[in-house]
């Protein structure tokens, strides 16, 4: 296994290298056998005395999955601590639904509506923008249907997800909707039609544990 370590406006000292090596060993101890990578990322703000917030990102890549959590705190020890709790549980639950899956397939009623055109992201909200690419990110893609790309989004945690869709050919992003359910945006022609089969919007009926949904 693979374990890298990052550190913004941190100095990773031998000390802190120890640390997050017992940790995470330990964390991924018994999933050693479906992680290929582990990425940890520490950081803390620039400027300590305004935001005293230090946060441990843990990534791992899993036969061809991605599993990411995070915590902060105001000990950098206590952050590595919990987000090495919280990564162990989400490979518990990767394993178990992987495990479901090859047993059993149970269908929900979870939809994923795919939409061509998102004409209102921010309400009633003044856009910013920010003032600097303050991180930039790299990170395969490999073509995924929209089913593995929901999971994918459960996985790493986030409010969205961005995938090279294997049945169009084109990148797309799956989000979670303020009211439940899931969203697919997809890039639009210039003669007003999709670049999906058929240039046409669709439901999909995603077999997938269950999971609720609360407004945002």
Not at 67 to 86: G, H, M, P, Q, T
Not at 126 to 133: A, D, F, G, I, R
Not at 196 to 206: E, V, Y
């Amino acid at each position: 296994m693979k374990l890298v370590i990052h550190g913004k406006n941190i100095e990773i000292t031998d000390a802190i290298r120890e640390y997050v090596h017992q940790k995470i060993e330990k964390a991924v101890n018994h999933f050693q056998n479906i992680t290929n990578e582990v990425d940890v990322h520490l950081s803390v703000a620039r400027n300590p005395r305004i935001n005293p917030r230090q946060a441990a990102e843990v990534t791992i890549y899993a036969n061809g999955s991605v599993i990411r959590a995070e915590e902060s705190s105001e000990n950098l020890y206590a952050s590595i601590d919990l987000v090495a709790d919280k990564i162990a549980r989400q490979l518990r639950k990767y394993k178990e639904r992987r495990q479901d899956q090859k047993t059993h397939a149970q269908p929900t009623n979870e939809v994923v509506v795919v939409e061509s055109m998102v004409t209102d992201l921010i309400g009633d909200r003044t856009p910013e923008l920010p003032n600097e690419v303050v991180r930039t990110k790299y990170f395969s893609m490999p073509p995924m249907t929209v089913a593995e790309a929901l999971e994918q989004l459960q996985l790493v945690g986030h409010d969205f997800y961005m995938f090279h869709n294997s049945e169009t050919g084109e990148i797309n992003v799956i989000y979670e909707r303020n009211h439940g359910g899931y969203g697919v945006i997809q890039p639009r022609n210039a003669n007003g039609h999709t670049n999906g089969k058929n240039g046409k919007s669709a439901q999909a009926n995603i077999v997938m544990p269950e999971k609720s949904h609360s407004n945002k």
